[in-house]
Structure formats: C-alpha cells, structure tokens
C-alpha cells in the first residue's frame, strides 16, 4: 500500500509549551426515509451569507437556541471566511483535499475552491454535472463521483428518471483534474444499486474504489436483495479509463440486520452506507445500517469481516467511522432521521442520533469491536433544525490523545474529544441558528473536516465555511502537513 506524504513542521519561534500557553488565553448527511433526503423532496432553506468577517458571531448561553440565522460559536472557534453557494437551492455534501485545493461535491456536480490562504478561499471553478449525491475523492489528476440517483445516461447532461427504467445509469464518474479551470471527465463505472458513497484504497500500481450502495426500496431491480456486498472498482494508476468493477465481495452471507419489525426502528440491511479504511493497518470500517463491521484489506479485492456489531435499542441507521490515530477505536454514526429530522432535542435524548465509541481489542483475526459511550452534541437544536449525528475527521494532535471534529447539519460543527472512550466531551462549537422557524428545513454542515491548520465545512444552503481552531488541545495538529485528504482514506498521521 502506498501512503501520503505527512511533514511535521517545526515551529522556530515557540517551544510546544509557549505556544500552548498563547492558545490558551485564547481559547478557543439516499432516500428519505433512513439516509441523505431526496432533493426533490427537501431543498435548502434560507439565504446565503457572503463576507463572513473574523470573529463574526457569539459564544451562546448554556440551553439557549440562537437567533434566525445567527452565528455563535465557541470562544476557542474563530470563522475566518464563508463562500456562499452559487446556487442556493442545490444540495452541498462532500469535501476532499489536495495540496491548496478544496474539492466539493453539491448535487449538480462539484467546485474547486483555491485555499492556499485560508483567510479568503477563491472559487476555482464550478463543475456542472448532476447526480446525487456527488461523494467525491481525488489522487494525483484524479477525482471521482459518485451517482447515486436514477439517470437517463451518464453523461454530465443526463437527466433524473424512475430507477425502475431499464437504461437507468448509476454508479462512479471519473475526471481528470490536471487543469483545474477545466477538469475533464474521461470515463463512468456503472455499479450494482448505483454509488452513494465511494472509498479510495490506494495500491502501487492500481487504485481500488470501495462503492457503498444500498436502497431502501427493494422495488428498484439492482438493489434487490441479497444486496449484501460492496462493489469494487479498480483503476490502474496509468490508465484510469480502463477502470471497471473487478469484484462484488459478500460482507453479509446471513443478509444482516433484519431490521424491523424484528428489531423495531433499525434500518434493514442491504448494502453498506459508508466505509472506512486505514491502509497502512490494512483494516476498514464498515457502516452498514443496521451494522456496524470491522474488515481486513490486505487483498483489497478480497475484503474480509473479522467482527460484526449491532445496537437495535439506540442505532437506527449506521451512517459513516472514524478511526483514532492509533487504530484501536472506531467512532461509529447513527444517522436517525436519515439527515432530514430534527433529532437534536429533548424528545430523542442523548443516546439515539449520536456516535458510538468502540474500543478493539485483541489482535489479528480475534480482534473485537467493544461499545464503550455515546456522543452527542450537548446543544439542543429546534425542532425546525435538522440534526443528527454526520461527516467528520480526525484533528491530528498525537501523544494519546483522541479529538475530532465533526459536522451535525443544523447542529452545526463540533470538536469533541473522545481520549477517555467513556467519558468524550465537546471542547468546541460553530454554528447558525434556524434556517427557518415556523418549519423544518434542511440544512447545516454536511461535512467538517480538518486539513492542514484549519477546518473546512461545506454546509448544505450557507455554502464554503472556513474556521480557525485555537486550543491547547489541539495546537500539536498545526505541525501536521498533508499533500491530500480524503477523510474516509485515513493517513497514518505518526
């Protein structure tokens, strides 16, 4: 397996302790019934917000719900800049990184955003070619999307049609993004059920694409079950338009989770919601919906279960993982509500559309997911608010210590810190009051990643935020440099 390039940066002026002291005084989201809403059926609310100012917005008051609109944040959370959609009623999802690029999908295609100064991201360009949701990930002149919505054909001027068409395309797009004015799409991998998510595995000579997919309507023909595996698509580094599915591997030969009615408010399983993987141990994460697994990638075309988790009282819907640093924990989603419900209140409590902490232990072929504790935002959305539980990454602070920040849709964006797997706590905060009040909207940070000194979110209706972390906790992060993120490929960051 190959791995990124990770420098540490050494700070000249500051020793580790002076600058944490510094820091201190400062302080610091398928269809619509279990995963990602249909856009024909929700749309973003509100208005866009350009010339987002540094240090716009106010640290909120334990229980209060802000304002219309309003930004608060915590005081060791700093917004350096927003990018408002270019249009406000399509869809924001993914984010992937590469050098001083920001790549983010939206369901009519993806943007480019230069943020080679944090301070004032610039719009590269805009890619138009629809499909929901767009997942996206790029290697070296490479990005890839996936398409997960029924289309005429697949080219980037197709148009949505009923998935019960026989000429129906779902599946994977390729581009060529050498010049990033103009990225070129060179080729398309039809896959079983479509794409709704995609996770590259990098090789020495070959890419592997992991292509999670699954639907709630067994009507549709290709996502009939037994749909209980993941298609995976190899692209050789050398001629990426020779990419083509290679293997459809069963993680499920006893078909899962049943779901209900067996186990009442569990989302059946057929098919995998996200994936994981962590080359440089060989290991992957799988969010199923209703399971939860732990896989070895040594034969990446022969992925295989080595342990298998459910929780039928608190998950509903087995959303996305996260690796800690050290391989030993796997934080797992619950995406209740499928993105579209206001599940961030006293009525749902703390347990359900939360994380899930699991220690593993054991090794090799015994090693063993263990439930530890829940996470979940200690702020209480409104019930016009959607939010649960979404998209996060890793913040690279090393010494033992596990922290990571992570986007709730309308709950906004959240560091928390899960070092004690029993006992993880929420250290920092970013959000935007209700997009609307009289009715639920949609809306919030899709996904909120760390890359290279700041956080990135690319938020559904408000477009491209960048924030400024600055926390003791967290300062050891600002010596890690990588060459390329995508957040659901985890670099070794030692």
């Keep these: 397996m190959t791995s990124l390039h990770i420098r540490r940066v050494r700070k000249r002026s500051l020793g580790a302790a002076a600058l944490a002291a510094g820091l201190l005084a400062t302080f610091l989201a398928a269809g619509p019934a279990v995963a990602t809403p249909d856009p024909g059926e929700l749309t973003p609310g509100g208005s866009g917000r350009a010339g987002l100012s540094s240090g716009e917005g106010r640290e909120s008051a334990p229980g209060e719900i802000p304002g219309q609109d309003e930004i608060v944040h915590s005081a060791n959370i700093k917004p350096l800049a927003n990018i408002p959609s270019a249009d406000p009623g399509v869809i924001n999802t993914d984010l992937a990184f590469q050098g001083k690029y920001a790549y983010a999908g939206n369901y009519n295609g993806f943007t480019i955003y230069d943020i080679g100064n944090p301070k004032a991201p610039k719009t590269v360009t805009q890619v138009l ?132 009615p067996v186990n009442p408010g569990v989302t059946k399983t057929t098919g995998c919601h996200d994936i994981t993987v962590l080359p440089s141990k060989n290991l992957a994460a799988g969010a199923c919906m209703g399971d939860g697994i732990l896989f070895d990638i040594s034969k990446p075309e022969q992925p295989r279960v080595i342990d298998r988790v459910q929780d039928n009282v608190n998950f509903s819907f087995w959303h996305s993982a996260t690796f800690n640093e050290r391989a030993n924990k796997v934080v797992f989603t619950d995406e209740l509500g499928g993105g579209g419900g206001a599940t961030c209140n006293e009525a749902t409590g703390p347990n359900r559309g939360a994380d899930g902490i699991y220690d593993i232990t054991g090794r090799g072929d015994q090693r063993k997911l263990v439930f530890k504790s829940y996470f979940k935002i200690p702020r209480l959305q409104a019930d016009t608010e959607n939010c649960v539980a979404h998209n996060g990454s890793l913040i690279p602070v090393g010494g033992g210590r596990d922290i990571m920040v992570q986007a709730w849709y309308q709950g906004g964006i959240s560091v928390w810190d899960f070092t004690d797997s029993t006992r993880p706590k929420e250290i920092g905060y970013f959000e935007r009051g209700p997009l609307t009040t009289d009715a639920l909207g949609l809306g919030g940070s899709w996904s909120a990643y760390y890359y290279n000194g700041h956080i990135y979110s690319n938020d559904i209706a408000k477009g491209f935020d960048v924030l400024r972390l600055d926390d003791w906790r967290t300062v050891s992060a600002r010596w890690v440099q990588l060459d390329r993120l995508n957040v659901q490929t985890q670099p070794e960051y030692h």
Aim: with cysteine; proline share 10%.
């Design 129 to 260: 070619c629809p499909g929901g949701q767009n997942d996206i990930s790029v290697y070296g002149d490479l990005l890839f999307l996936s398409t997960d919505s029924s289309r005429s054909d697949d080219s980037c001027n197709s148009v949505s049609q009923p998935a019960t068409e026989k000429s129906s395309w779902e599946g994977i797009k390729i581009f060529d993004i050498k010049d990033k004015k103009n990225p070129k799409y060179i080729k398309s991998v039809e896959t079983a059920c479509g794409s709704h998510t995609h996770t590259l595995v990098p090789g020495s000579r070959d890419l592997y694409l992991y292509v999670a997919s699954y639907s709630p309507n067994e009507a549709f023909p290709d996502c009939k079950p037994p749909h209980d595996g993941i298609s995976v698509v190899k692209v050789p580094k050398k001629s990426p338009t020779k990419a083509a599915v290679v293997a459809f591997p069963v993680l499920f030969p006893d078909g899962g989770n049943p779901g209900g």
